[in-house]
T-cell receptor
């Protein structure tokens, strides 16, 4: 089945230790998104790629970076995680930006910072 | 700023009853989407309604959109225990006010509990 896969499902990192979360998709969608979701809150968009074009949200901290080496994979790098970065990180894809832009989500990676 | 506001924040019903959740938003939109999230999991897309549509159905789901009131509602009929989840509305402003296309802004969600 076509899907969005996130690895790992659970990640524990130490305060200040760089961590990378990964996302892959078999849907061949043009757009990939990264969201941060804290407990009992709405998902908050961090950035998205339309093909190779990177779009950063204005309020996304510089601590968060992303890479999309090819259509299928997208990575979220947190350079120096703080305690406030503990959250669920959701990857999503959509076929396009304007039409058919319903999003397909992966199961998420729950990040714990110790 | 937050685009979607949902009410109620939590809804508890018995199996077989209908569940209605409401969403209000602030700016003009291209479309509005509803998603479901089971505890600790990713979101699942339920239904998309475009700004020129007023009502849409999908199985036991009925969504309405009133652009003059900037509001939408999601009705789940004949609810089941498996419908227990958080439900989010998300708006696509579609380029309005400099907003990027394809950017969804999520509401805070409604936690629905369906008791067997």
């Amino acid at each position: 089945d076509a899907m969005v896969i996130q690895n790992p499902r659970y990640q524990v990192t130490q305060f200040g230790k760089p961590v990378t979360l990964s996302c892959s998709q078999t849907l061949n969608h043009n757009v990939m998104y990264w969201y941060q979701q804290k407990s009992s809150q709405a998902p908050k968009l961090l950035f998205h790629y339309y093909d190779k074009d990177f779009n950063n949200e204005a309020d996304t901290p510089d601590n968060f970076q992303s890479r999309r080496p090819n259509t299928s994979f997208c990575f979220l790098d947190i350079r120096s995680p703080g305690l406030g970065d503990a959250a669920m990180y959701l990857c999503a894809t959509s076929r396009d930006l304007r039409v058919r832009n319903e999003q397909y989500f992966g199961p998420g990676t729950r990040l714990t910072v110790t | 700023s937050q685009q979607g506001e949902e009410d109620p924040q939590a809804l508890s019903i018995q199996e077989g009853e209908n569940a209605t959740m409401n969403c209000s938003y602030k700016t003009s939109i291209n479309n509005l989407q509803w998603y479901r999230q089971n505890s600790g999991r990713g979101l699942v897309h339920l239904i998309l309604i475009r700004s020129n549509e007023r009502e849409k159905h999908s199985g036991r789901l009925r969504v309405t959109l009133d652009t003059s009131k900037k509001s939408s509602s999601l009705l789940i009929t004949a609810s089941r225990a498996a419908d227990t989840a958080s439900y989010f509305c998300a708006t696509d402003a579609g380029g309005a006010g400099g907003t990027s296309y394809g950017k969804l802004t999520f509401g805070q969600g409604t936690i629905l509990t369906v008791h067997p």
